[in-house]
């Protein structure tokens, strides 16, 4: 259970609306780390358009991309 407690899904903040979107479009759900850093929504936004401006500008190749992924989630612990 987190520390911080998330921002429900239910009637979320229309700052925190489109980062909600963004989630639903591309994971089907609306993550966790996203409801839990809701509570900074300009963070939030900052942090997923820096993550898709990433991906679309093709600098990083995507398998390359997926091999960060994996690194990170072992630094940090997750079993990802």
Do not use: W, Y
């Amino acid at each position: 259970m987190p520390r911080i407690a998330p921002v429900s899904t239910e009637n979320p903040p229309s700052d925190l609306a489109e980062a909600f979107v963004m989630d639903l479009e591309r994971d089907g759900v609306v993550l966790d780390t996203t409801r839990i850093s809701g509570h900074l929504p300009s963070v939030v936004l900052a942090t997923k358009r820096l993550g898709q401006a990433l991906a679309k500008s093709g600098h990083v190749p995507t398998q390359l991309r997926l091999l960060m992924n994996v690194r990170v989630a072992r630094l940090v612990g997750c079993p990802f």
